[in-house]
């Protein structure tokens, strides 16, 4: 069916059963990021060896529950494909972005709070949400579009739709946290770890620029 003026044939990724497998593979990696980012997250900002995971998780979930509503927002119904497609690939360079940022800049980080001179409660909470709620949000607002992308490809089974791209993310999450403790964090340390899920969502990013349908050229009129 054409959408946005644009064949479904004339798409980079062709057949929606493609489409569907990256839609899937995508939410498995971002759910995996994410992952990795909250698991590390906590080792990356202690200023001792002793995690606090509270604050760090709590940061990524409040970004995750921000970015969703707004992802939502940006893919509403008077979205067109084209338009999800570009705001998808900017929301995911942007949690490439902030994710990289997070696992660059925890020292610089922990020196300006410190100099604020908040109570010793609340930095590690102004930590937290300073570097981990930025790429969680950018990371939610991702996932939510490729949320409605996927539905919008089955519209007559919308729900079998939305319920194989929450388990993909929700298996890619489960795999991000095992890799994450049991491989990267203890070959890379926390700040390899966040970068490595950085250069996921970069790769996303990436993919979801070349996947921009391209309008189907003029017809010839000789």
Request: glycine share 14%.
């Amino acid at each position: 069916m054409p959408r946005d003026g644009f064949p479904d044939d004339n798409l980079s990724v062709r057949g929606s059963g493609l489409r569907m497998g990256l839609y899937a593979v995508a939410l498995a990696l971002g759910g995996g990021a994410v992952a990795a980012i909250a698991c590390a997250g906590s080792w990356l900002l202690a200023a001792s060896g002793d995690p606090r995971w509270p604050a760090e998780a709590g940061s990524v979930l409040l970004g995750l529950a921000a970015g969703v509503w707004l992802g939502g927002w940006l893919s509403g119904p008077l979205s067109t494909l084209r338009g999800t497609l570009r705001r998808l690939a900017a929301a995911l360079g942007a949690a490439a972005v902030t994710t990289v940022g997070a696992a660059a800049l925890p020292q610089t980080a922990m020196r300006t709070v410190e100099a604020m001179a908040l109570a010793p409660e609340a930095q590690p909470v102004v930590l937290s949400l300073a570097l981990l709620l930025p790429p969680s949000l950018c990371a939610g607002a991702a996932l939510a579009m490729l949320l409605k992308l996927a539905v919008d490809e089955r519209p007559l089974a919308r729900g079998p739709a939305l319920g194989a791209m929450l388990a993909s993310g929700t298996l890619g999450g489960f795999g991000g946290t095992l890799t994450a403790d049991m491989l990267a964090l203890p070959r890379m340390g926390a700040a390899g770890t966040v970068m490595v899920a950085g250069l996921a969502f970069a790769a996303l990013a990436l993919v979801f620029v070349l996947a921009e349908p391209r309008p189907a050229p003029p017809p010839d009129r000789a």
